[in-house]
């Protein structure tokens, strides 16, 4: 009678000990999945934070541009630049670019880079609405846009829905597109030019030296 008793305990620890066997796998599998879930997440942080400093130096490198035309601020126009592939550049390596000629070129070079740099990536230049009259305009609004994560057809792919972000001259808000992550920073023309206001604020009319 003892040695049943026995048996049937000896069987009774042997379940218990496969059942605790069989809660902590599952415990140490969740805890593991927590660990992957974090550091998944602190990938996709940094990732995000390198693209916009990749952004962030994008705009500085156009900045830089428009300080080497010798007549940006008049010629501002000439960087605006809508979403897309740019058309192709003046070919000023073959023949003299004039100021204008030469905001064509670095806008358009600019954005291939752009384009070429960052996932899925777009870029919107445009004359910040910030002067009551349009001739005085001095800022450039860039908006660049990104995606994180490159498969366009993902369908499980999450983003920031599309935002208001600033108005360019004519009023038209420019957004942040759907399903991207944008940066958005302004740029500063400045003049080198020797302004000649005889004109009046409509017909303004600059003096460059070459």
Request: charged share 20%.
């Amino acid at each position: 009678m003892l040695l049943k008793i026995s048996q049937i305990q000896l069987r009774l620890q042997r379940g218990i000990s496969l059942i605790e066997s069989m809660v902590a796998i599952v415990v140490m599998a969740l805890g593991i999945l927590g660990m992957l879930g974090m550091q998944m997440r602190t990938l996709s942080d940094t990732s995000t934070t390198v693209r916009r400093a990749q952004a962030i130096r994008f705009i500085e490198d156009l900045s830089e541009r428009t300080k080497v035309n010798p007549n940006a601020l008049g010629n501002i126009a000439s960087y605006v630049i809508g979403a897309g592939a740019p058309p192709a550049p003046p070919a000023c390596n073959a023949k003299g670019c004039q100021a204008q000629d030469l905001a064509l070129l670095d806008i358009r070079q600019w954005k291939q880079g752009v384009l070429a740099s960052l996932p899925l990536a777009d870029a919107v230049v445009f004359q910040v609405a910030d002067e009551t009259v349009p001739n005085n305009t001095r800022q450039l609004g860039v908006l660049i846009s990104w995606r994180e994560n490159e498969s366009s057809d993902d369908a499980d792919y999450k983003a920031p829905s599309a935002i208001a972000a600033a108005k360019d001259m004519s009023g038209k808000d420019i957004t942040c597109p759907a399903e991207r992550i944008c940066h958005l920073q302004y740029i500063q023309l400045i003049a080198r030019c020797t302004p000649y206001l005889l004109g009046g604020p409509t017909s303004p009319m600059t003096f460059c030296s070459k």
